[in-house]
């Protein structure tokens, strides 16, 4: 955990990811440092539950979630995460068993680094002093009494509330606007409007045909956090929301009216008609008297083909006819490669889309721009 005022990060180590481990951690988290206004995490199981709802709604904090798969959303505690494992890893030198005991040392090492951005170290704002060193304090005379110490305590309060905080959260927009023109001048920022149309990147894959965007979906809204809230083409908003990247936009003109999708049902045969497939659709409402023949090109979504396609156990001939080519070019090469020795350099540039394959070998190439060289002297 880290705090974002201070940069003052909490280390603990848990023995699973239970909701409950994660609650009560929380709770010891907060019982020692106060319970915060608004804590952010991922959209993990771990965090996303009813005990943490509960949690939430009794201790009476703001708990916002980033964008699904995208974890620069949370970029400082994700930063924090990779400087203690590496710290962490240094320390054990192979005995990983070993990992938890060094957790508290590595907390404190990483709390008393100085920090660019707030220019003090994360304990010193935490705590409103500096780490103690490793001396003998034993001998040291505090002649104060305890009104003083009471006095200069408060004193320091007031001071940290009054200028040090302010002065690091203009310090902290400051750095951050820097940040931000660095990015966008080297970053082509695409602004996506409401009630434009784009794709969504799709994020599990079966296999690697699978297609790398869905949609239509149409922008409800932009969230205060920028990411986006979107409807499909029967105004069902999506279970979640996206980031900028996730999204590409489309042209406007090619989308389908809304009252003009309807709902598959089932995928019930295939044929091959100049070329390419269509298939015999089965539409929900609707009996088997208006079943209707579709190219893919009419499906918002190609998981109903894909799905046919596994259910009836074949491949298409197209793809397959591919793999066939492949599989014999690979073939081949293993083939070549135990007879001749340097035909391992040899590179293999395989176009997908037909059945033509072009090779050259590195010797090959030399030699050609040897002679190419030697022509030139003459």
């Not at 943490?52 to 201790?59: F, H, P, W, Y």
């Not at 494992?85 to 040392?105: N, R, T």
């Not at 397959?320 to 001749?340: A, H, P, R």
Request: include cysteine; charged fraction near 30%.
């Amino acid at each position: 955990m880290v705090d974002i005022a201070t940069r003052y990060c909490i280390l603990k180590p848990i023995p699973d990811k239970q909701s409950m481990t994660i609650v009560k951690t929380l709770i010891d988290v907060f019982s020692n440092y106060g319970f915060p206004r608004v804590l952010h995490s991922d959209n993990g199981g771990e965090f996303v539950n009813e005990l943490m709802q509960l949690l939430a709604e009794n201790a009476g904090y703001d708990h916002r979630l980033i964008s699904s798969y995208h974890p620069r959303a949370n970029g400082v505690s994700e930063r924090w995460v990779q400087s203690a494992v590496k710290a962490i890893k240094k320390q054990v030198e192979g005995a990983k068993a070993d990992w938890d005991l060094y957790v508290p040392s590595t907390q404190l090492y990483l709390n008393s680094k100085y920090n660019e951005r707030t220019k003090t170290p994360p304990f010193t704002l935490m705590f409103g002093r500096n780490p103690n060193d490793f001396e003998d304090f034993s001998q040291e005379k505090n002649e104060a009494t305890k009104e003083e110490l009471n006095t200069e305590l408060l004193k320091n309060i007031k001071k940290m509330t009054e200028i040090v905080f302010p002065a690091i959260y203009e310090r902290t927009k400051i750095i951050t606007n820097k940040q931000k023109e660095k990015f966008d001048a080297s970053h082509k920022l695409v602004s996506i409007p409401e009630n434009s149309y784009v794709m969504a990147t799709v994020n599990y894959k079966t296999n690697k045909l699978d297609a790398p965007y869905e949609g239509p979906y149409k922008v409800k809204r932009i969230t205060q956090g920028g990411s986006y809230v979107l409807e499909d083409e029967k105004g069902d908003l999506l279970p979640k929301n996206y980031p900028p990247s996730a999204l590409k936009m489309i042209s406007q003109d090619e989308v389908i009216s809304s009252n003009k999708f309807y709902q598959v049902e089932a995928i019930l045969a295939h044929k091959k008609v100049k070329g390419k497939y269509i298939y015999k659709c089965r539409w929900k409402g609707y009996d088997e008297s208006e079943d209707t023949w579709e190219p893919a090109s009419h499906f918002a979504d190609l998981k109903f083909i894909t799905e046919y396609w596994q259910r009836i156990g074949i491949v298409p001939e197209d793809i397959k006819t591919k793999y066939k080519i492949l599989d014999k070019k690979e073939k081949s090469n293993n083939t070549n490669k135990e007879s001749n020795p340097q035909s391992s350099k040899r590179k293999i540039s395989i176009d997908l889309k037909g059945t033509s394959y072009s090779s050259t070998t590195i010797d090959e190439k030399n030699k050609s721009q040897g002679r190419r060289k030697r022509s030139k002297r003459y």
